[in-house]
């Protein structure tokens, strides 16, 4: 009897964590891109904001092309401002996904370069600015856009 409440128990485990499991594993969709971009703008967790922003790119660049629409790209186009630079870097990604669909943004990722270039004179190396860069020059590339700052898709430094 014991073993068969173990293995009933045992089950019962299984069952609960293969269900967490799914509900982890949310399939790429606009209004997936939608909570990760209401998490990033206001969680006061830093934590919660990183996750979010690190799994952005992973998700847009899973979304059928006729999904994402021009105020989606505004949105992520929005987060290139961000004062947190892993944000910056995450939502460059995001649009270098989509390539040339979010060509709109070069003006915005161009400027959001600068800004990185200016955190780095500033601090020097002593700053980390996430791979911002590297996000950056992906996106420009992406876009078959020439920086100064890119070679091959990613920085020079």
Known sequence: ?????????????????????????????PARVNELINT???SKILGNRYIA??????????????????PMVGTLT????????????Y????????GPRAARAIPQLQAAMGKVREARARAGY????????EGLCFAFERMDVKSPDCENGQYRY
């Open 1 to 29: 009897m014991n073993g068969r409440i173990s293995s009933i128990g045992s089950l019962a485990l299984v069952c609960a964590l293969l269900a967490g499991l799914a509900a982890a594993q949310t399939p790429p969709s």
């Open 40 to 42: 990033i703008k206001t």
């Open 78 to 89: 929005a987060l290139l401002s961000s004062e947190e630079i892993f944000v910056v870097h």
């Open 91 to 98: 939502a460059a990604l995001s649009l270098g996904s989509l």
């Open 53 to 70: 922003a690190q799994e952005l790119p992973n998700v847009v660049s899973q979304l059928p092309p006729a999904s994402v629409s021009d």
């Open 126 to 133: 002593q700053v980390n600015p996430q791979g911002a860069e």
